[in-house]
């Protein structure tokens, strides 16, 4: 199914939406964009309409104008307003986090719960970091695309060494036992992967202690404790700011990345529990 693309007040957006029913936004995180499928898992398409934006910076939604997560709240808000959707749940991912935690502040009347999964919820990387330097050359505007032809490539030629390589980003659990299936679902979603100018602008993005702690919204915080990509202290910090949350540390094989392995099931059970329970937590 191809994206479409709408021209709003605040600026352009991207889009895919997927089935029928209760409407769940997925606030995707790096280097992904409204093609994200991976974090679709366990949802029954004839129940749930799966509404996911290309934030800005990400496939074909401008960064121009909507550098900060309370503007990429604002843009997302106006594409839920075209499309009639009145409330939905939020499920804010890794570097989403942020955007997701700003639309449940600023938004509330637009929002049912709120699911902060391995998600940022405060400034991520220092810029002096290793990492941060690094990621400011191979993920450049100018290089990304080339840094993710690559990484195509050898995915083709070979599945299972990008896949351990990237494991070690993800997860910092004791052993790697790599499924065929854990491979072909990382490989599939590298498939969709570019950061074009969004992911360097999610490095510098930040939000205070203040916004998180005035969301009013049933949250479930979900978090691995082998995250090797996002800390568990994100975690931890929106739970301890946000009154009405709940959080729950995976102990998954692969970390960040929770959607993948055999014991994704219980990380996606805990997720649909917390979306199908009628009171609040």
Partial sequence: MSSSIIHTRH???????????????????????????????????????????SRPGYGNTPLAGNQTPSKAAQLIVELMKFLSIEKAIIYGISAGGLTAIKLAEEYPDYVEKLILASAVSKKWLDSKDKIYKTAQIIFHPKIEGVTWGMVRFFSKV?????????????????????????????????????????????????????????????????????????????AIHAHELINNSTLVELNNEWGHLFWIGRDSEDSLNVINKFINEKEQL
Avoid: M, W
């Avoid at 209760?22 to 749930?48: A, M, Q, R």
């Avoid at 992967?193 to 969301?215: A, C, H, T, V, W």
């Fill in 158 to 234: 070979f599945p299972r060494i990008i896949a351990k390589s990237f494991f070690s980003q993800f997860s910092t659990f004791p052993s790697q036992k790599l499924g065929k299936k854990d491979i072909d679902e990382l490989i599939l979603a590298l498939k969709a992967y570019r950061s074009k100018r969004g992911f360097l602008n999610d490095l510098n993005q930040n939000i205070s202690s203040e916004s998180i702690k005035k969301i009013q919204a049933p949250c479930l915080v979900i978090h691995s404790k082998y995250d090797n990509s996002v800390p568990l202290e994100h």
């Fill in 11 to 53: 600026g352009v957006i991207e889009y895919r939406s997927v089935g029928n029913g209760h409407p769940i936004v997925f606030v995707h995180g790096g280097h992904s964009n409204c093609y994200e499928t991976l974090t679709h898992k366990s949802f029954d398409l004839s129940k749930f309409r799966l509404l996911t934006p």
